[in-house]
């Protein structure tokens, strides 16, 4: 894996939003070495908010992961990569003012992936994290930033389970389609290469992958400007 010139380490963090004004918190701390990357100090919490505050490191550059109640991603066939935007937006949610949210698509021949939540719900979470000393650089919404994944740990199997999910490739290695598990199974660790990732960090990585990375990667953010 070839690391980008730009920062030398990063978290990534998943704050899943829970029923009862609770949340769960995976994180994993990411950091250059040499040409490769090593992992390390995988963290989690179920607690109120002021708790998560509390248990994230708090260092300036943060990928963050929002999933859970309030998030809401769909999956639609479009005739191609241009046909997005607004367009896919009203398609994936008639009836939504759009205006309300914040939006991330992913784009995968002949699939678009949208995900969005609002922002109502993100801006006093993001509030939260910057005056605790936590700097968010980056918001993803939903399953899709676990693309990022998919050619490191898939050989042959066009499917793959981490985190809660089913995702599936098509022949190109991009993602075809994914679906919440209605059974989640405890399953070992993600091994890509000589890291081992838990597999419930798998989002969390992938967020923090995306960050370090920079360019490399096709992005999968939610378009929130003050973090432009």
Known sequence: ???????????GAEIELLDEGLYHCKWIHLSRSG????ISGPG??????VEVVNALPKVGQVALVLSGRGVLSRSLETAGEGVKGQQVFQTAFPGVAA??????H?????RSFISIARKQLVDPLLGKLESAGIGVLSLSLGPAVGVHLLEQIF?????????GYRFLKNEKNELAEMEKLAVVTEIGPIKIGEVEI?????????????????????????DVPILS
């Not at 205006?99 to 991330?104: K, R």
């Open 35 to 38: 040409s490769g990357l090593d």
């Open 155 to 163: 050989d042959e199997d066009r499917e793959v389970e981490f985190n």
């Open 198 to 222: 838990p597999s419930d960090c798998a989002f969390a990585y992938s967020a923090g992958l995306q960050l370090l990375l920079g360019g490399a990667l096709v992005e999968v953010k939610a």
């Open 106 to 110: 992913l784009f995968q021949q002949p």
């Open 99 to 104: 205006e309300e949210f914040y939006t991330q």
């Open 44 to 49: 989690e919490l179920v607690g109120p908010i």
């Open 1 to 11: 894996m070839q690391l980008l010139k730009g920062f030398t380490e990063c978290v």
